[in-house]
């Protein structure tokens, strides 16, 4: 099989239903599950059952200001469980393009952050409180 | 839509009755929130909530030796009581966003390597309180003697259960002052005794939306103030 590759060039995401994805430069969600020791007797080395869902997810993004910006959303939606919907694409969901849904909350906000001379940029680390659910229709 | 992109220029670092920002290049506020771990029966999935937030400022720049200078600045925050740390957004202008919180110094690093410009780092956590987002009712600015009113801004009314927060920083001379509505103070700051920093709070409900600084200097007198409901 040839391998698709496919840049990305807009992922979506979505918080607390405010489109935010003009700002991001990139989102990840890292899926892991607990892994969970199982070893017994008669087992030569260590053996894992899987455990919980421990999944992760990142934003990295560029910080505007004023209604309606980014700084105002962080702040807004501070210590708050709200939705998160990330896409690899903005176009709408669809087999090869998953949607990604999950409440959670900004677990790091760099409130101010960079140095003089950079872009300002900033990468929030979200605390998930539900599965995720993975749609695609 | 292509994304706004702001590129660090100029920031304003005020610690206590001191101007920092023409000695610092970097400075990180960041809000946290301790992840607590809720999964319970018959969950599939680590359930997390959010916890005690936590505030940090690291700030790095150029250290200078002497009275009153960057040096001296940090060692005698260090340990201590906390003041009052204002941060902008931008240049500082009144109606721009600055954040604001109570903080005391917990490391100081300064680096002193042949060939290189002294260099430091600082660190400062809470103390008690909170980070407010605040609007800076007053720019640093040279106040003649007497009384000086600020622009109105919209800041909203103060709901039952939130506060309002202000701190006034004093650079040189003296000032007391208030924050107001409709010409009736709701936060007072009584005369600082020379340079330093007042930070007050006050409990909602408090009706009204806009609110103006007025600050009465004894004698030419550089103030700051900023002001945020949370």
Same mark, same amino acid.
């Given at each position: 099989?040839?391998?698709?590759?496919?840049?990305?060039?807009?992922?979506?995401?979505?918080?607390?239903?405010?489109?935010?994805?003009?700002?991001?430069?990139?989102?990840?969600?890292?899926?892991?599950?607990?892994?969970?020791?199982?070893?017994?007797?008669?087992?030569?080395?260590?053996?894992?059952?899987?455990?919980?869902?421990?999944?992760?997810?990142?934003?990295?993004?560029?910080?505007?200001?004023?209604?309606?910006?980014?700084?105002?959303? /962080?702040?807004?939606?501070?210590?708050? /469980?709200?939705?998160?919907?990330?896409?690899?694409?903005?176009?709408?969901?669809?087999?090869?393009?998953?949607?990604?849904?999950?409440?959670?909350?900004?677990?790091?906000?760099? /409130?101010?952050?960079?140095?003089?001379?950079?872009?300002?940029?900033?990468?929030?680390?979200?605390?998930?409180?539900?599965?995720?659910?993975?749609?695609?229709? | 839509?292509?994304?706004?992109?702001?590129?660090?220029?100029?920031? &304003?670092?005020?610690?206590? $009755?001191?101007?920092?920002?023409?000695?610092?290049?970097?400075?990180?506020?960041?809000?946290?929130?301790?992840? &607590?771990?809720?999964?319970?029966?018959?969950?599939?999935?680590?359930?997390?909530?959010?916890?005690?937030?936590?505030?940090?400022?690291?700030?790095?720049?150029?250290?200078?030796?002497?009275?009153?200078?960057?040096?001296?600045?940090?060692?005698?925050?260090?340990? &201590?009581? $906390?003041?009052?740390?204002?941060?902008? *957004?931008?240049?500082?202008?009144?109606?721009?966003?600055?954040?604001?919180?109570?903080?005391?110094?917990?490391?100081?690093?300064?680096?002193?390597?042949?060939?290189?410009?002294?260099?430091?780092?600082?660190?400062?956590?809470?103390?008690?309180?909170?980070?407010?987002?605040?609007?800076?009712?007053?720019?640093?600015?040279?106040?003649?003697?007497?009384?000086? *009113?600020?622009?109105?801004?919209?800041?909203?009314?103060?709901?039952?259960?939130?506060?309002?927060?202000?701190?006034?920083?004093?650079?040189? $001379?003296?000032?007391?002052?208030?924050? *107001?509505?409709?010409?009736?103070?709701?936060?007072?700051?009584? *005369?600082?005794?020379?340079?330093?920093?007042?930070?007050?709070?006050?409990?909602?409900?408090?009706?009204?939306?806009?609110?103006?600084?007025?600050?009465?200097?004894?004698?030419?007198?550089?103030?700051?103030?900023?002001?945020?409901?949370?």
């Amino acid at each position: 099989m040839t391998a698709v590759v496919e840049v990305i060039k807009d992922p979506f995401l979505s918080v607390d239903g405010t489109d935010i994805s003009d700002q991001v430069s990139e989102i990840q969600l890292n899926f892991a599950l607990d892994e969970i020791e199982s070893t017994a007797s008669g087992d030569s080395c260590h053996v894992y059952v899987p455990g919980l869902e421990k999944p992760t997810a990142s934003a990295k993004m560029f910080k505007n200001y004023g209604a309606g910006s980014v700084d105002e959303l /962080l702040w807004n939606t501070r210590g708050q /469980l709200v939705p998160f919907v990330m896409r690899r694409k903005r176009a709408a969901k669809g087999v090869s393009n998953p949607e990604f849904t999950f409440e959670g909350f900004m677990g790091q906000i760099p /409130l101010i952050s960079g140095a003089v001379g950079t872009a300002e940029e900033l990468t929030i680390n979200i605390g998930i409180n539900t599965p995720i659910t993975r749609s695609t229709s | 839509m292509t994304a706004i992109v702001n590129i660090i220029k100029d920031r &304003k670092v005020y610690l206590g $009755g001191v101007d920092l920002s023409g000695d610092e290049n970097e400075v990180n506020l960041t809000l946290e929130f301790d992840m &607590k771990e809720c999964t319970t029966f018959p969950d599939s999935a680590h359930v997390n909530a959010p916890g005690l937030s936590k505030v940090t400022l690291n700030q790095k720049g150029f250290v200078s030796f002497g009275e009153g200078l960057v040096d001296e600045t940090f060692v005698a925050r260090l340990g &201590k009581a $906390g003041v009052p740390v204002s941060v902008t *957004q931008k240049g500082g202008l009144a109606g721009e966003i600055a954040y604001v919180t109570k903080a005391w110094g917990s490391s100081y690093a300064p680096r002193m390597a042949v060939g290189e410009l002294p260099s430091f780092d600082f660190n400062m956590s809470q103390a008690g309180g909170a980070v407010i987002r605040g609007t800076i009712m007053m720019a640093k600015a040279t106040l003649a003697d007497g009384a000086h *009113q600020g622009t109105a801004f919209n800041l909203g009314a103060v709901p039952e259960g939130s506060k309002m927060y202000a701190a006034m920083h004093v650079f040189d $001379g003296s000032a007391s002052g208030s924050i *107001q509505i409709d010409g009736a103070d709701k936060i007072t700051f009584e *005369q600082t005794a020379g340079p330093g920093s007042l930070y007050k709070v006050v409990n909602g409900p408090i009706a009204g939306v806009q609110w103006r600084a007025v600050i009465t200097a004894v004698g030419p007198t550089t103030v700051f103030v900023v002001a945020g409901i949370a």
